[in-house]
């Protein structure tokens, strides 16, 4: 994981020492996407807050205790001197002066990136949003306006700013996913779901051609595994049933899985596909 914000930050003329960022930018310019470029443990996004506070990121009605937890975690890192970067629009002047304000009583540096994406793709990608999502036209027309230049925000009391289009944000993004740790559930969660992931251990250890885990909640269990023959097409799920082969053959029986909705039907007795027995046929033949 990342602990220096210079090795985290390399193709960017950012400060070493940590620092706290302000994306500015109308509804829609693409700020997220902007902060997807940087640790998402730097992140507060307003949206986020709104949406846990009522269910929709765009519900105005919940600004009020969005900015509140917004303001209690901005000051809690800026205590810790922990970089920071600030996903919501940033369009408003006395929002920003908020910002520079508690930024300089807890000495840390701060940067402005403005997202300055024109106001007709701002509008037409409201459109491609979730309704919850999305920001109301007369609203990112007036936050677009608002967009102040780079020296308009050095002027204010920013000690860097930037044009995002002018960063290598991509450059940033890849070298961080190039650098990150190999997720082991990745194949977990893209099969089953992020939740059924964050339920799952692989077993120690894999043996040749397979790998076994185990989705478990409190005292109830399902193992699978990842048959791996060496035939790219034929990489395959099996989950196990809850019943040996026959009374003759005590090998466990495992059941292909391509999804969620078919371990939760062996979970319930079933078997999705036709179930296949390691003690009469280690190659992996019918019996059921
Ligand atoms: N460079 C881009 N190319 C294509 N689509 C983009 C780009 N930047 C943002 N988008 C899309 O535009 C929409 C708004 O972007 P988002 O980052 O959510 O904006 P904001 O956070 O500023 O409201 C999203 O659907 C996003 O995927
Ligand atoms: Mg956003």
Redesign the pocket.
């Known amino acids: 994981m990342h602990t220096q914000s210079e090795s985290a930050l390399a193709p960017l003329p950012l400060p070493d020492a940590p620092f706290l960022a302000a994306l500015v930018?109308a509804?829609?310019?693409?700020?997220?996407?902007v902060a997807r470029a940087f640790p998402p443990d730097w992140r507060l996004e307003l949206d986020s807050f709104r949406q846990q506070a009522s269910g929709s990121p765009g519900d105005q009605t919940a600004t009020p205790t969005a900015v509140t937890v917004f303001r209690e975690l901005l000051e809690a890192r800026l205590i810790r001197k922990m970089p920071t970067l600030v996903d919501s629009t940033n369009s408003e002047r006395g929002v920003r002066a908020y910002l520079l304000q508690r930024a300089r009583h807890w000495r840390m540096p701060t940067v402005a990136i403005v997202?300055r994406t024109s106001l007709d793709e701002c509008l037409a990608?409201q459109g491609?949003?979730p309704p919850a999502k999305q920001v109301p036209p007369d609203a990112v027309t007036r936050q677009r306006a608002d967009v102040p230049t780079t020296g308009q925000l050095i002027e204010e009391g920013f000690d860097a700013a930037y044009y995002a289009d002018e960063l290598d944000l991509l450059g940033l993004l890849l070298r961080r996913s190039a650098t990150a740790d190999p997720d082991p559930l990745n194949d977990v969660r893209h099969t089953f779901g992020e939740d059924l992931a964050g339920v799952f251990t692989w077993h120690n250890g894999r043996e040749h051609g397979f790998a076994t885990g185990t989705f478990a909640v409190a005292d109830r269990e399902i193992t699978v595994r990842w048959m791996d023959d060496g035939d790219p097409y034929d990489h395959h799920w099996q989950a196990q049933l809850n019943q040996a082969c026959t009374d003759g053959c005590p090998g466990p029986l495992w059941v292909k899985v391509n999804d969620a909705a078919d371990v939760h039907s062996v979970y319930l007795g079933g078997a999705p596909d036709e179930p296949w027995c390691d003690g009469c046929d280690s190659h992996g033949l019918a019996v059921g």
């Open positions: 930018g509804g829609g310019s693409g700020k997220s996407r997202v990608r491609a949003r």
